[in-house]
């Protein structure tokens, strides 16, 4: 390790490690070497030892590049100890060794956001007398709102009692059923510190050094949590950048970062991506915003070329031209993969894979059709329904309290249990306050002969499937659970497409070959339900050679040499709905971070007419970009000459 490698600012912010110290990381301003640089100075010039270091970042990808930079300035024996992970995996470990404290069991199911709205829309039918549903969006809106602070059901609107009465069952039903979401994850874990000091007392004996990357992105229960395990006289580092603070949908409070009480206030102002051109347009919009801490960003880097704007006719001539414009970068010598497009929503995107599908260029001197591309924010291997299916298989055997799972796969594959058949057995578990497992096993209701015995054998497939994975790997247990199932033959039956038939099976594949990495079954549903937190790490760039497509919030953290910011319209940036002034500063934050992204080019586009609601209206040019000084930007024809 050799300090040559950081600037003053940067060593600063390395060897400062006692009392609270904020970072303020500006936009590729090299944190992540900074963080990784102070974890290899505490362990090897200060003599502290890894266990006494916990790290927080709030997506796996993060905590896995931390790993693997700390990797390369100390030895894997001095760090095999030292706690690198996300919020979430955090308190993960924590309430797999405590949460009996608080009347669960430790082998309880992680749910997932799905879960939780089903359990939500199940609640909401005992409570709803009407013929249909309304929209639960409010209510889970609401839900999440409280949560995310910390608050109680006390603290919902008082001219909400439907939510309020959603809000108090769904505690009670995810403690019947002993499972614990993404969001109760930090809420318990702050539950057990703040009611069991013996607890917290030893989580803070151990860490004594603790940092938290992105701080901009915590919400009021992550600050509660940061707080509990640093008490009044730890060492807490936070680094991260209050104009990079773009989810407060997600619950996130910029005032964490813009208050922090600190003893110590360092600024990382030299970025390291961008050209000055760019730069330049970002840090002269970002300055608009009134609540911020005071930085001036500068480049290390070139003058650059100026910022191209364009304004075409229609969304399609938009399109078509952004198209263009990457065919022609890539006879320039570019890679697909240099490029991306970048949009404020994901309704954006369909007409620019039209135009990447229908746009024709050379490739090996013959004229093909379709631009390769890749859009962000897919559909992960588990988070698909054949996966969740089996996932569901192993969290009953872990957790048979696990009542959603077992509704997922009763009749999975079909096993001849009728709707009306599981209607009667939910009814008697609900009204007789009775685990679901209990019910399934006893059988204490009227049932016809051949339903009875289609529940049996569901029973006895779960009973036998636990003795597989009590009795050998996990992975040779998978499979015979697998076989036990017939699964294999379902997805033929259930799929026309053979092609969809052999990436089904595939992904089953997968899984199995993933177990065998695991000594038991509680470690592989905690990781593998943890890489499917809501805080995604569905954004990182695959390998293949393609153009990127995704949107503003997709593209933190990310940069590409040729950026193309797509519908910069007054409705979409800033959003319609958004008008408030603190909406509107996040607005402006989500266009910085946006424009950040690019390292060496960056056009910005719109259309003079989009289709909204239904209907083509006119459109007007972004409010932001009147904010661009006029000597940093070129205005070209829409359509690319060549």
């Given at each position: 390790?050799?300090?040559?490698?950081?600037?003053?600012?940067?060593?600063?912010?390395?060897k400062?490690?006692k009392?609270?110290?904020l970072?303020?990381a500006?936009?590729?301003?090299?944190?992540t070497?900074?963080?990784?640089?102070?974890?290899?100075?505490?362990?090897n010039d200060?003599?502290?030892?890894?266990?006494?270091?916990?790290?927080?970042?709030?997506?796996?990808?993060?905590?896995?590049?931390?790993?693997?930079?700390?990797?390369k300035?100390?030895?894997?024996?001095?760090l095999k100890?030292i706690?690198?992970?996300?919020?979430?995996?955090?308190c993960m470990q924590v309430?797999?060794?405590?949460i009996?404290?608080l009347?669960?069991?430790?082998?309880?199911s992680?749910?997932?956001?799905?879960?939780?709205?089903?359990?939500i829309q199940q609640?909401?039918?005992?409570?709803?007398?009407?013929?249909?549903?309304?929209s639960?969006?409010?209510?889970?809106e609401?839900?999440?709102?409280v949560?995310?602070?910390g608050?109680?059901a006390?603290?919902?609107?008082?001219?909400?009692?439907?939510t309020?009465?959603i809000y108090?069952?769904?505690?009670?039903?995810?403690r019947?059923y002993?499972a614990?979401?993404?969001?109760?994850?930090?809420?318990l874990?702050?539950?057990?510190f703040?009611?069991?000091?013996?607890?917290l007392?030893?989580?803070?004996?151990?860490?004594?050094?603790i940092m938290?990357d992105?701080y901009q992105?915590?919400?009021d229960?992550?600050?509660q949590?940061a707080?509990l395990?640093?008490?009044p006289?730890?060492n807490?580092?936070?680094?991260g950048?209050d104009?990079?603070?773009i989810?407060?949908?997600r619950?996130?409070?910029?005032?964490?970062?813009?208050?922090f009480k600190?003893?110590?206030?360092?600024k990382?102002?030299?970025?390291?991506?961008?050209t000055?051109?760019?730069?330049k347009?970002?840090?002269?919009v970002?300055?608009?915003?009134?609540?911020?801490?005071?930085?001036?960003?500068?480049?290390?880097?070139?003058i650059?070329?100026?910022l191209?704007?364009f304004?075409a006719?229609?969304?399609?001539?938009?399109a078509?031209?952004?198209?263009?414009r990457?065919?022609?970068y890539?006879n320039?010598g570019?890679?697909?993969?240099?490029?991306?497009?970048?949009?404020?929503?994901?309704l954006?995107?369909?007409?620019?894979?039209l135009a990447?599908i229908e746009?024709?260029?050379?490739?090996?001197?013959k004229?093909?059709?379709?631009?390769?591309?890749?859009?962000?924010?897919?559909?992960g291997?588990?988070?698909?329904?054949?996966?969740?299916?089996?996932?569901a298989?192993?969290?009953?055997?872990?957790?048979n309290?696990?009542a959603e799972?077992?509704l997922r796969i009763?009749?999975?594959?079909?096993?001849?249990i009728a709707?009306?058949?599981?209607?009667?057995?939910t009814r008697?578990?609900?009204?007789?306050k009775l685990?679901?497992?209990?019910?399934?096993?006893?059988?204490?209701?009227?049932l016809?002969?051949?339903?009875?015995?289609a529940?049996q054998?569901?029973?006895h497939v779960i009973?036998e499937a636990?003795?597989?994975?009590?009795?050998?790997?996990?992975d040779?247990a998978?499979?015979?659970?697998?076989?036990l199932?017939?699964?294999k033959?379902?997805?033929?039956?259930?799929?026309?497409?053979?092609?969809?038939r052999?990436?089904?099976w595939?992904n089953?594949?997968?899984?199995?070959?993933?177990?065998k990495?695991?000594?038991?079954?509680?470690?592989?549903?905690?990781?593998?339900?943890?890489?499917?937190?809501?805080?995604?790490?569905?954004?990182?760039?695959?390998?293949?050679?393609?153009v990127?497509?995704?949107?503003?919030h997709?593209?933190?953290?990310?940069?590409?040499?040729?950026c193309?910011?797509?519908?910069?319209?007054?409705?979409?940036?800033?959003?319609?709905?958004?008008?408030?002034?603190?909406?509107l500063?996040?607005e402006?934050?989500?266009?910085?971070v946006a424009?950040t992204?690019?390292?060496?080019?960056?056009?910005?586009?719109?259309?003079r007419?989009?289709?909204?609601?239904?209907?083509?209206?006119a459109?007007?040019?972004?409010?932001?970009l009147?904010?661009?000084?006029?000597d940093?930007?070129?205005v070209?024809?829409y359509?690319?000459?060549v």
């Amino acid at each position: 390790m050799t300090w040559r490698d950081l600037n003053p600012p940067q060593q600063q912010a390395v060897k400062t490690v006692k009392g609270r110290v904020l970072v303020l990381a500006g936009a590729g301003s090299g944190k992540t070497r900074v963080i990784t640089y102070r974890i290899a100075h505490l362990i090897n010039d200060c003599g502290v030892p890894a266990k006494n270091i916990l790290g927080l970042t709030f997506t796996n990808k993060a905590a896995e590049e931390m790993k693997q930079r700390a990797r390369k300035l100390a030895s894997r024996d001095a760090l095999k100890d030292i706690t690198l992970c996300t919020f979430h995996a955090f308190c993960m470990q924590v309430l797999r060794s405590d949460i009996d404290k608080l009347g669960y069991t430790t082998s309880f199911s992680l749910y997932d956001e799905r879960d939780v709205r089903r359990v939500i829309q199940q609640l909401a039918r005992l409570h709803y007398e009407g013929d249909e549903l309304p929209s639960l969006e409010p209510v889970i809106e609401a839900i999440t709102y409280v949560r995310s602070r910390g608050l109680k059901a006390k603290d919902l609107p008082a001219d909400d009692p439907l939510t309020k009465a959603i809000y108090e069952d769904l505690a009670v039903s995810l403690r019947a059923y002993n499972a614990v979401d993404f969001d109760n994850l930090i809420i318990l874990t702050v539950e057990l510190f703040q009611n069991h000091p013996e607890v917290l007392a030893k989580y803070r004996e151990r860490y004594k050094y603790i940092m938290i990357d992105e701080y901009q992105d915590t919400n009021d229960i992550q600050f509660q949590l940061a707080e509990l395990l640093t008490g009044p006289n730890g060492n807490l580092c936070v680094v991260g950048d209050d104009d990079q603070s773009i989810y407060s949908w997600r619950g996130a409070e910029v005032k964490h970062i813009l208050n922090f009480k600190a003893d110590h206030i360092i600024k990382l102002e030299q970025n390291y991506r961008s050209t000055q051109n760019i730069l330049k347009a970002a840090s002269t919009v970002i300055k608009h915003n009134q609540k911020r801490h005071d930085k001036e960003v500068f480049s290390a880097g070139s003058i650059g070329e100026p910022l191209e704007i364009f304004h075409a006719p229609s969304e399609k001539d938009e399109a078509r031209s952004i198209a263009e414009r990457l065919v022609y970068y890539k006879n320039k010598g570019y890679d697909w993969n240099d490029m991306a497009i970048l949009y404020r929503t994901n309704l954006l995107a369909r007409e620019f894979e039209l135009a990447l599908i229908e746009a024709p260029w050379k490739k090996d001197d013959k004229w093909v059709r379709g631009i390769p591309y890749q859009v962000f924010g897919g559909t992960g291997l588990y988070e698909r329904s054949e996966i969740k299916d089996l996932m569901a298989y192993l969290r009953i055997i872990e957790n048979n309290r696990d009542a959603e799972a077992i509704l997922r796969i009763i009749n999975t594959p079909r096993r001849g249990i009728a709707s009306g058949t599981l209607d009667n057995i939910t009814r008697h578990n609900r009204t007789q306050k009775l685990p679901l497992w209990d019910v399934l096993k006893k059988l204490p209701i009227e049932l016809s002969p051949r339903s009875k015995t289609a529940v049996q054998n569901f029973v006895h497939v779960i009973e036998e499937a636990k003795s597989f994975f009590h009795s050998m790997p996990l992975d040779k247990a998978m499979q015979n659970l697998i076989d036990l199932i017939d699964y294999k033959r379902a997805i033929e039956e259930d799929v026309k497409s053979e092609k969809v038939r052999a990436f089904k099976w595939q992904n089953v594949q997968e899984v199995i070959a993933a177990l065998k990495d695991y000594s038991n079954l509680r470690s592989f549903l905690s990781t593998s339900l943890l890489n499917r937190n809501p805080v995604k790490d569905r954004h990182s760039p695959k390998s293949e050679d393609r153009v990127n497509l995704l949107t503003f919030h997709s593209a933190k953290g990310l940069e590409f040499p040729l950026c193309f910011l797509v519908g910069i319209e007054d409705h979409v940036l800033p959003h319609e709905k958004r008008e408030g002034s603190d909406e509107l500063e996040e607005e402006r934050r989500l266009f910085y971070v946006a424009i950040t992204r690019a390292k060496q080019h960056l056009t910005l586009s719109m259309s003079r007419k989009r289709k909204r609601y239904g209907k083509e209206t006119a459109s007007i040019p972004s409010r932001f970009l009147f904010e661009i000084p006029k000597d940093l930007v070129k205005v070209v024809p829409y359509k690319k000459i060549v």
